[in-house]
Structure formats: C-alpha cells, structure tokens
Antibody, heavy 114, light 107 residues
Framework: VQLLESGGGLVQPGGSLRLSCSAS????????MTWVRQTPDKGLIWLAA????????YYSDSAKGRFTISRDNSKNTLYLQMNSLRVGDTAIYFC????????WGRGTLVTVSS | DIQMTQSPSSLSASVGDRVTITCRAS??????LAWFQQKPGEAPKSLIY???TLQRGVPSKFSGSGSGTDFTLTINSLQVEDFATYYC?????????FGGGTKVEIK
C-alpha cells in the first residue's frame, strides 16, 4: 500500500489549494478514504471522509463549508480542495485509507502566511 | 462529539519494560477503536484496529483490549524502536476524533 500526498505549499490567507493523494497497492475503488491534519499544538484532527464510490462525504466542523473532498477512482486519486485558507490551517495534511486510518501517506505541508 | 482522553500524556520507561497506555471515550464506542504509533518526522502508523486486532506486520508485543469506553494499549518488552508517541482514535461515528497522544520516552 502506498499513499502519496502532493499539492501542499505556501499560500496567502484567503487563498486556495488542492491537495492530491495518489494511491497504489490496493483496491482504491473499494475503500473509503480520509483526510486528517496535524499541528504541534492541536495534534491530529480529522477533516473529511468519502465513501468508496464518492457518493457520501463527511466533514468536520473546521472543514465544512471551506474544504471539499472528492475522488477519481479511474485515477486512484483522492483530493481535498481547500478554499478561504486561514493562518490556523497551517499543518501537515495526511490522507489515509479507511475511517480506521489503516494506512497513511507521508503528508504534505501546507503553510498559510502573508 | 465523542472525546478521546489518553493517559498518561507522557511516561518514561526502560528497555525491557512493559508499558500500558489507556484511552477513555466520552461515550460508548463498542470496539471501534484504533491505536497508532508516530515517530518524529514520520506519519502515524496503524498498530491496532477493532480495539484488539493487530495490523499486518505489527509485532505481537503490542496488544490492545477494551470495549465501550475504556481501552488499553500494552507494549511488552519495550525496545529502543518503540520509543514514540501513541494515539488512540474512535471510528464509531462522525466526527472521527483522536486522543491527545502519549509520549513514551527513554528513562
């Protein structure tokens, strides 16, 4: 199993980023997927989850209304569109397989700063 | 939301020790609980799901138990590579939440 996040970087407050998570080594199309972020002060915070077929999506309060999770099973790729970014969104963002986080990517750093 | 409380937040132990970490859920979660290990600069690694089922490749010195609201992670015969931070997480319902972590340090 391999999960590889990309798309992180430096963005100004109010800006947008789209994170991608490329999956391999398992049947992507039959697994729910999740996004979580980590900061030293707040620890691990779950952001969003999506069912195997993309029909059901779930968000934390901190993600609702600003972040959108999606997937393309034909490309074995998971996405997180992040809009209206705030300084407090600065974190390492991980994708993970299943709601029990059975496999993790290595993470991508998102820095929101002017 | 279900709150997950881990204790202790940190502990010091020696190589060869047996270590127990507890995780308490603010309401019953059955056995929908996972444990993770994280070393500095690395992503978390899944150790246990279903409260007591070892992930593939995880050595049997790790064990989990509990159901409802109280859970434990036990590490037998602590080795240098086991010094890390450990997290619990429930997945019984949304929002998914994690415990605050337990840092296991070398005494």
């Amino acid at each position: 199993v391999q999960l590889l996040e990309s798309g992180g970087g430096l963005v100004q407050p109010g800006g947008s980023l789209r994170l991608s998570c490329s999956a391999s080594g398992f049947s992507f199309a039959t697994n729910a997927m999740t996004w979580v972020r980590q900061t030293p002060d707040k620890g691990l915070i779950w952001l969003a989850a999506i069912s195997y077929d993309g029909l059901n999506k779930y968000y934390s309060d901190s993600a609702k209304g600003r972040f959108t999770i999606s997937r393309d099973n034909s490309k074995n790729t998971l996405y997180l569109q992040m809009n209206s970014l705030r300084v407090g969104d600065t974190a390492i963002y991980f994708c993970a397989r299943t709601v029990a986080f059975e496999d993790w990517g290595r993470g991508t750093l998102v820095t929101v700063s002017s | 939301d279900i709150q997950m409380t881990q204790s202790p937040s940190s502990l010091s132990a020696s190589v060869g020790d047996r270590v127990t970490i507890t995780c308490r859920a603010s309401q019953g979660i059955g056995t929908s609980l996972a444990w993770f290990q994280q070393k500095p600069g690395e992503a978390p690694k899944s150790l246990i799901y279903g409260a007591s089922t070892l992930q593939r490749g995880v050595p049997s010195k790790f064990s989990g138990s509990g159901s409802g609201t109280d859970f434990t992670l036990t590490i037998n015969s602590l080795q240098v590579e086991d010094f890390a931070t450990y997290y619990c997480q429930h997945y019984t319902d949304y929002p998914l939440t994690f415990g605050g972590g337990t840092k296991v340090e070398i005494k």
